[in-house]
């Protein structure tokens, strides 16, 4: 399958969790970290907990927020509702439809596919993915205990596809360079995207402290996760051979 072309697809993804969603000032807080990422980000809506309906309101409000500041709304799983609020994407994972699945659903909706292994990337890309999530690569406290993957991981990926990867799994703002020089396109983060809500007692606040001191963005909003926007833009000018944004995938229809 013709996997399609992605204009401008963002480097810094701030993903949310259940846990976040459950607070009053999501929103506001929300359209805060959309602000400060502008066109260069986006935002994940991801619940495992929360009702269908719920998902629904809080994508309707952030579709808004999507055309206003030109962050990307990324609906996980849900591809119904990201077909709904007419959200740029929608996140699959491995209980989610299939990419075949989700295309039939809402075949002008660009669709990633977040994978463990090279076979599942391998996979996710022949089956139409236009972009993998590739992880854990850093031990964090919601997966305590599991091997994580690593730097290799990623290498090992994104010299197996053509489509950006984006590494997702403890990425703090200092690993943003060694991630692009063993080929991710672009970070996520949950706690790095600076949500300002309480984190597990397992969290180590000096690490935290590293992902959350607020930096102001050129755009005048200042928020924690400006500080992988900043890592990104100090190491684009390392002499590395990057492909340009959008320019990683083959010819085929723009979504």
């Known amino acids: 399958m013709t996997t399609p072309v992605l ?8 993903v949310t969790d259940s846990a976040i969603l459950l607070h009053d000032d999501f929103l506001p807080r929300a359209l805060g970290i959309m602000r400060a990422l502008g066109r260069r980000g986006a935002l994940h809506l991801r619940s495992s907990k929360a009702s269908g309906q719920r998902l629904h309101e809080l994508a309707m409000a952030l579709a808004t927020y999507q055309r206003g500041t030109g962050c990307w709304l990324i609906v996980n799983d849900r591809v119904d509702i990201a077909a709904a609020v007419n959200a740029r994407g929608v996140q699959l994972a491995s209980h989610s439809l299939t990419i075949a ?15 463990h292994t090279v076979e599942e990337a391998i996979e996710a890309e022949a089956a139409g993915a236009s972009w993998v999530v590739a992880g854990t690569v850093f031990e964090t406290p919601s997966h305590a205990g599991r091997l994580p993957a690593r730097l290799e991981f990623v290498e090992l990926v994104a010299k197996a596809v053509r489509i950006p990867v984006i ?9 943003v360079a060694s991630l692009r ?11 790095g995207a600076g949500w300002d809500y309480e984190v597990d007692s397992s969290d180590n606040q000096d690490m935290l402290l590293k992902t959350r001191l607020p930096v102001t963005s050129e755009s005048g909003f200042s928020e924690p996760v400006t500080r992988y ?3 990104y833009d ?14 990683r995938s083959p010819e085929g229809p723009v979504t």
Do not use: M
């Open 167 to 175: 590494a997702i799994g403890g990425v703090r703002p200092e690993d």
């Open 7 to 14: 204009q401008d697809f963002p480097v810094v993804h701030a």
């Open 229 to 231: 926007i900043s890592a």
């Open 101 to 115: 699945q989700a295309r039939a659903v809402s075949p002008n909706r660009a669709v990633g596919a977040s994978v």
């Open 181 to 191: 020089s063993a080929g991710a396109y672009g970070v996520a983060t949950i706690r």
């Open 234 to 247: 100090s190491d684009s000018g390392s002499g590395r051979d990057d492909l340009p944004d959008g320019k």
